[in-house]
């Protein structure tokens, strides 16, 4: 048994599980393509723009992804590399899938958040970064691009320390930019590492290490003025830029700075090699109060994610689920704790973006897809029967924008209901009837109004039913907390307030603009009302 359960602990002490996050087309799933092929998941990384016929990038999946050159959902991406197993979660980067990103670095015990070295910290880096902050996570920045022209080194450093409120550790730094980027100095080596450019999509390519005593090589290979230049941003850094500690790394409070280019593999296995020395292993999560350590405790897990029709060779529903402590064993049974249910997981399997391999065992920091009858929900906990774990629900964002969705062919009622159903399930949407109206009336809610393409997207590609939107001027949403003691119908509220209602028959508000909401609850003394759903 001590042999069975140290096992367990080396198994689970090789995990990393991280989530990549970055504002659109910093590089982040070109960023991802280059782990995988260096852990030989993959053999070519493919582009995520280009012709038709150019291979896509692994991680998007989805055919409206591969069509857009954009991620509209999170992808699970594992492979072994130096001894470690690692799990990906590459997430959206544009802000109308926000929602999406918040969920998987729930499933997260890390974050890497890629920069583009033109163009900063932007938007939707605050918005994930702060995400991250409330959770605590360490952070690794890749600051990406620098085959390209770049802002001054120290200045992007600066920024991400007054934008996100972070300190900076470079672990390397630049020598050049654009066509006179070098390669990078390494901080801790004391040595300059050259590259010459690699093959699209390939990792061949020479690496060159060169000491910084040997001045002869340094000039030779870099030239006088960048070797004056580098020694001189050496003496600021080393003067200017926070110690390294990893404790304050794994508080979240200090992040590592890697510079590269994604595109040509500057720098990127370097970056590899060190976060898995950085990171930590499979993290302990909080069940009602109480830690659930990885190793010490029988296995549970939570679903972060529902996808339904991954594949059109498999049409059905996937739940996505965190492990989080102890090893899952396919065979064994588990319990459901939300539907106090004993069963076995069906077909438990490893995800790599949309293929499939059935599994025997994984181990807390793992990711697995199970089969889904329609019986888990996002937050759901599961773990051994006789445990009592129940991690802490995910909230959801309240959505942002409304639309009236209708069917065009009216025969196809059966197809549109289960279609617009299994997506709600996912999290992506969610959705609405006219008080008191049953489902004839739908009305869908996102956090961004990319959601309603994809809506579109997905009824006529996976369900064979076609729809039309109608853009309601609605903008917030309030769920009434007190429902037992409001009578909706006598309810008087403002001449821009809509009565609806969810699929669980809860009532809700909605309202044009914000002074309504606190007219409408003036005019109902006692009515309380929030901004968040109860499950």
């Known amino acids: 048994m001590v042999i069975q359960v140290s096992n367990i602990a080396e198994e689970i002490n090789k995990r990393r599980t991280f989530a990549i996050i970055s504002h659109p087309d910093a590089g982040k799933t070109t960023l991802t393509e280059k782990f995988l092929l260096y852990g030989g998941a993959i053999n070519l990384a493919g582009s995520v723009k280009g012709k038709a016929t150019a291979r896509h990038a692994v991680s998007d999946w989805m055919e409206i992804e591969k069509e857009r050159g954009i991620s509209v959902t999170s992808s699970v991406l594992q492979f072994n590399y130096n001894g470690c197993c690692i799990n990906i979660l590459d997430t959206p980067g544009h802000q109308d899938f926000s929602e999406d990103t918040y969920r998987t670095l729930m499933a997260a015990d890390s974050a890497v958040m890629v920069i583009d070295a033109s163009k900063g910290v932007e938007a939707q880096t605050r918005k994930l970064f702060k ?180 594949n059109k060779a498999h049409r059905d529903r996937i739940a996505f689920m965190r492990i989080c402590s102890g090893k899952f064993d396919a065979s064994a049974e588990v319990k459901h704790v939300q539907g106090q249910k004993v069963m076995r997981l069906s077909q438990p399997q490893q995800i790599m973006a949309d293929e499939r391999k059935i599994l025997d065992e994984a181990y807390a920091g793992d990711i697995i897809g199970v089969f889904d009858p329609g019986i888990f929900s996002i937050g759901d906990t599961v773990c051994a029967p006789k445990n009592n774990i129940c991690y802490d629900g995910i909230p959801t964002f309240a959505p942002e924008h409304f639309a009236r969705v209708r069917q065009i062919d009216t025969m196809k009622r059966k197809q549109f209901i289960k279609g617009v159903n299994q997506i709600a399930q996912e999290g992506a949407i969610q959705i609405f009837q006219e008080f008191n109206t049953g489902m004839e009336e739908i009305i869908v809610g996102v956090v961004g109004v990319l959601q309603f393409d994809v809506l579109k997207y997905r009824l006529e590609n996976e369900y064979n039913v076609e729809i039309k939107l109608e853009p309601l001027p609605y903008e917030h949403i309030r769920w009434i907390e007190n429902k037992e003691e409001v009578d909706l119908n006598k309810l008087s509220g403002t001449s821009d307030m809509k009565k609806i209602q969810d699929l669980k028959g809860n009532p809700l508000l909605l309202f044009i603009n914000q002074w309504s909401i606190g007219m409408t609850e003036e005019r109902n003394k006692g009515l309380v009302l929030s901004e968040f759903g109860r499950n």
């Open 131 to 310: 995400v991250c902050g409330m959770r605590g996570i360490p952070i690794f920045t890749f600051i990406n691009k620098m085959d390209r022209d770049a802002n001054d080194t120290f200045e992007l450093l600066d920024e991400i320390e007054k934008e996100l409120g972070i300190a900076t550790c470079p672990v390397n730094w630049p020598i050049g930019s654009g066509k006179r980027f070098k390669g990078v100095f390494d901080r801790h080596e004391n040595h300059v590492l050259t590259y010459s450019d690699t093959q699209k999509g390939t990792k061949e390519g020479e690496t060159t290490v060169i000491p910084m005593d040997d001045e002869a090589l340094l000039l030779e290979t870099i030239g006088d003025e960048a070797l004056a230049l580098l020694r001189d941003e050496i003496d600021l850094l080393d003067g200017a830029s926070a110690e390294f500690d990893i404790e304050e790394v794994r508080k979240g409070k200090l992040t590592p700075v890697f510079f590269g280019s994604a595109l040509t593999n500057f720098g990127v296995e370097v970056f590899l090699q060190n976060f898995i020395e950085m990171a930590a292993t499979p993290l302990a999560r909080v069940s009602q109060g109480e830690c659930i350590d990885p190793v010490e405790n029988d296995f549970s897990a939570f679903v972060f994610k529902i996808q339904a029709n991954m």
